[in-house]
């Protein structure tokens, strides 16, 4: 199957959002390091309005987004330490090094908002770098999952022709292939000696998504599901990464196939020791 109907994942990577601020910041000007700070925090500022409050409503009614997006718009300490984790199922620990460093970042950029202090080029880079960080992380679980749900939405609602596994398996990879956090599989760091593969691999800065399909006639029972999930285990446990989802084009109904559902330390799910980052997103898709 080779459908441009699908339309391309709406995923970025840090690179691309901080585009403006990268080109500031290159200038080596002094007199830009100040704006590429604001350009920077303004971008994060952005993309979790844009990103988290998306994810937020695949998962909640419509009057409690807008009661958290109201009671947080002055707030932006509250939307990420705790809108992130409502939108994502992950943990945002305020001790965390990189909590530590969001905290440092927005104190540069108060500085310079408020009393017009001059900054440093390390001062520039250190906001740069810190708020590429959270667009990684971002760009890699409440990012995915909004793409999980489109995805879902479209095939369903288009009756988007997939009859074959061969099908499923290239309607992930043009939807996500498009995309410039799409990479070689062959970068994905797991050992060959364990004849491992993926159907999709996607890296924001140094975190790397893998995206395993299957295509399935008879409805997923939960021991096929476990198994599916836990070869996706096997491949986060010889690599570096951390998060995973799971697609299952189905004909037969499933149920909860409304939403993603996220499996977090239960079930048959990840190791809390092993991994405080664990995360595997699994979808069905009725076809």
């Keep these: 199957m080779k459908n441009k109907s699908l339309p391309d994942a709406n995923i970025h990577t840090p690179e691309e959002i901080l585009e403006n601020a990268r080109i500031l910041f290159e200038t080596s000007n002094p007199r830009m390091m100040r704006a590429a700070i604001l350009e920077a925090i303004t971008a994060l500022e952005a993309y979790v309005q844009y990103v988290v409050f998306l994810a937020l409503e695949s998962r909640y009614p419509q009057p409690i987004v807008e009661l958290l997006d109201a009671k947080t718009r002055l707030d932006f300490d509250s939307r990420l330490s705790i809108l992130v984790p409502a939108a994502t199922g992950l943990e945002i620990k305020t001790n965390s090094s990189l909590w530590n460093s ?143 989802a799971v697609v299952i084009f189905t004909k037969a109904e499933t149920a909860n196939s409304e939403k993603v559902r996220i499996f977090k330390n239960q079930w048959f799910l990840r190791d809390p020791e092993k991994s405080e980052e664990g995360n595997i997103y699994l979808i069905t898709i009725k076809i």
């Design 102 to 244: 969001y905290k440092k970042a927005k104190q540069i950029r108060n500085q310079v908002t408020h009393t017009g202090s001059k900054v440093s080029s390390k001062d520039a880079k250190f906001v740069i770098d810190t708020v590429e960080e959270w667009l990684a992380y971002l760009a890699s679980t409440a990012a995915m999952e909004i793409a999980l749900v489109e995805l879902k939405r479209y095939i369903e609602t288009n009756r988007i022709p997939i009859k074959t596994a061969k099908d499923a398996e290239q309607a992930i990879a043009e939807y996500f292939g498009r995309t410039s956090a799409a990479i070689n599989k062959t970068q994905v760091p797991i050992d060959a000696r364990k004849k491992m593969r993926v159907d999709v691999a996607l890296k924001f800065k140094e975190k790397i998504v893998i995206v395993e399909t299957k295509f399935l006639k008879e409805s997923p029972s939960s021991e096929l599901i476990e198994r599916t999930v836990r070869q996706v285990e096997e491949y986060m446990d010889v690599s570096r990464v951390s998060t995973a």
